[in-house]
């Protein structure tokens, strides 16, 4: 049995459609717009959010002194290298979009790949992408109530006309989306480059208490393996966002080429600015003024750049933003690849007959981060699943040894030596053993919201015999949603992944074809 359901919806229309929609040369398709920059700034943006800028100090404060804060900075960049090799050698063996979700499935099965799915759709990149909105909203907001916190209503409605306004230029053009995140990458870069800058010359001027090595690992607490092990991980969660190109693959120029360049320079790239903006602050700041400071990267500028401070709360406004259109991008082709594999509704599997971006999937995505911002519990859920994200890196890692063995033969444009993936794995089976020990309530709540996912997944993908009246109403549903949005199936064809498309995709198209289709372009894609 497949993974998922037959696509319904297949009508005489869709054989007109199959016959002449797809093999012409203007047939629908998701466009490879995103180069070796792009790449590059994707990668960067969705690391490189606001807590550099914010809060660093969740590393410093369980390391309990400068010298194990900064061994933590680097050791964690090394070991996100080193998931990012495993990552990029499973990109071009299987190039599909979805990143981990794709890789999990094709690995271990419908399932696995549901559960991934399910929760990234449920609460993590909804709750992020909130998150990050509002922290946007805060800042900009900050300066015009000097005296008192900005109130609620006004933060989650900038928050809200934030997302909306990223959507917008995700809707209209791939080519608009990725310079806005290229853009917004550069000026991120440039503020740390500000602070870097600005700590070297401290370091110039004899400022280097702190890292004198009889200085540097002077605790300022007790040491504690706990507090190391929970600053290992803080490092590990800084870096999030490092196997986001692996979401977009089919969207890369070149992706045998691009997808591991972009890796080997980007986080590299971070690991330095993380490790340097580190020290900078050091050279301004003890270690207990470090600590108290609610936003870091704005108490240096206090110290540092006298009148011109005002520079460091925009970068972390405009760090923010580019973050929130990094996610939108990324996890909308998550949601799309779910779909185009049936495990969601196929309408979020569709795109755009002219712009060729998967409109459904952003507003989708769109939707239920507005959703987000409406509750007050989002923190505590991101507690709840911020074990299960990193959970499913170390199982995705763990395929790729699954699927050498499995496959020994199968095309691989990059091969790895099997020691890196198992050296992450020691790694991240350290940190996982660590959080269950520290957290076991929050671990198991992050645990049964991912199960919540079995019985959806049984009902909603795995029974394919539904009553016959629940599928014509998800036909008309699903066509009245393609007519609203001017969005049909995207053709494939051998050279993009004929081979990773599920089985029931390729029997039948979207109830309006790629024949109607035409009738609406007015350009090819």
Same mark, same amino acid.
């Given at each position: 049995m497949s993974d998922g359901p037959r696509q319904r919806g297949a009508?005489?229309?869709?054989?007109?459609?199959?016959?002449s929609g797809d093999g012409g040369g203007g047939a629908v398709a998701l466009k490879k717009e995103i180069g070796l920059v792009s790449a590059c700034g994707i990668i960067v943006g969705n690391i490189i959010g606001s807590g550099i800028f914010v809060s660093p100090k969740g590393v410093l404060e369980?390391?309990?002194?400068?010298?194990?804060?900064?061994v933590v900075w680097i050791i964690t960049g090394l070991i996100t290298a080193i998931?990012?090799?495993?990552?990029?050698?499973?990109?071009?063996?299987?190039?599909?979009?979805?990143?981990?979700?794709?890789? +999990?499935?094709?690995?271990?099965?419908?399932?696995?790949?549901?559960?991934?799915?399910?929760?990234? +759709?449920?609460?993590?990149?909804?709750?992020?992408?909130?998150?990050?909105?509002? /922290?946007?909203?805060n800042y900009v907001l900050q300066p015009l109530f000097p005296t008192c916190l900005p109130p609620d209503t006004g933060l989650r409605l900038l928050a809200a006309i934030c997302l909306?306004?990223?959507?917008?230029? $995700?809707?209209?053009?791939?080519?608009?989306?990725?310079?806005?995140?290229?853009?917004? /990458?550069?000026?991120k870069l440039l503020a740390l480059a500000l602070i870097i800058i600005m700590g070297i010359v401290q370091i110039c001027k004899g400022k280097y208490y702190w890292l004198e090595p009889a200085n540097a690992f002077e605790p300022f607490q007790d040491y504690d393996v706990g507090l190391i092990a929970l600053s290992f991980l803080q490092g590990s969660f800084a870096y999030g966002g490092w196997n986001f190109l692996n979401y977009v693959t089919e969207e890369l120029v070149d992706p045998?080429?691009?997808?591991?360049?972009?890796? %080997?320079?980007?986080?590299?790239?971070?690991?330095?600015? %993380?490790?340097?903006?580190?020290?900078? %602050?050091? /050279?301004?700041?003890?270690?207990?003024?470090?600590l108290a400071s609610n936003a870091v990267a704005v108490t240096f500028g206090e110290k540092l750049l006298g009148v011109m401070a005002w520079i460091m709360p925009i970068s972390v406004a405009l760090s923010t933003f580019g973050g929130v259109?990094?996610?939108?991008?990324?996890?909308?082709?998550?949601?799309f690849a779910g779909a185009r594999e049936g495990h969601l509704p196929s309408l979020l599997a569709m795109i755009h007959v002219k712009r060729c971006t998967p409109?459904?999937?952003?507003?989708?995505?769109?939707?239920?981060?507005?959703?987000?911002l409406c509750t007050s519990d989002m923190y505590t859920l991101?507690?709840? +699943?911020?074990?299960?994200?990193?959970?499913?890196?170390?199982? /995705? +890692?763990?395929?790729?040894?699954?699927?050498?063995?499995?496959?020994?033969?199968?095309?691989?444009?990059?091969?790895? $030596?099997?020691?890196?993936?198992?050296? %992450?794995?020691?790694?991240?089976?350290?940190?996982?053993?660590?959080?269950?020990?520290?957290?076991p309530v929050v671990c198991g709540i992050g645990l049964a919201i991912m199960l919540t996912g079995v019985p959806v997944y049984f009902l909603g993908v795995y029974w394919d015999k539904k009553p016959k009246c629940f599928d014509t109403f998800v036909d008309k549903m699903t066509y009245l949603g393609q007519k609203f949005c001017m969005v049909v199936y995207p053709a494939q064809t051998p050279k993009d992944g004929d081979e990773g498309e599920g089985e029931e995709m390729k029997e039948a198209r979207s109830p309006l074809s790629q024949e109607d289709a035409e009738n609406h372009k007015s350009a090819d894609c």
């Open positions: 009508s005489s229309k869709d054989a007109a459609g199959e016959e369980n390391a309990s002194s400068v010298g194990v804060a900064l998931g990012a090799l495993c990552y990029a050698e499973l990109g071009v063996t299987i190039p599909k979009s979805g990143g981990d979700y794709s890789y +999990v499935k094709d690995i271990f099965g419908g399932l696995a790949g549901f559960l991934r799915l399910w929760i990234a +759709v449920l609460v993590i990149y909804p709750t992020n992408q909130a998150v990050i909105a509002l /922290t946007f909203s909306l306004l990223l959507t917008w230029v $995700n809707c209209s053009s791939v080519r608009w989306a990725t310079r806005v995140q290229d853009i917004f /990458t550069a000026g045998y080429v691009n997808l591991p360049r972009a890796i %080997y320079i980007s986080i590299p790239l971070v690991t330095f600015v %993380y490790v340097f903006a580190n020290i900078a %602050y050091v /050279t301004a700041m003890s270690p207990q003024e470090l259109n990094g996610s939108l991008f990324t996890s909308s082709r998550l949601f409109i459904p999937a952003l507003l989708f995505t769109c939707l239920s981060t507005l959703l987000m991101i507690n709840y +699943v911020g074990f299960i994200n990193y959970l499913f890196y170390g199982v /995705t +890692v763990a395929g790729q040894i699954v699927l050498r063995i499995k496959q020994p033969n199968m095309h691989r444009p990059i091969k790895i $030596n099997l020691i890196w993936p198992v050296i %992450y794995l020691l790694f991240w089976a350290f940190l996982l053993i660590f959080s269950l020990y520290s957290e």
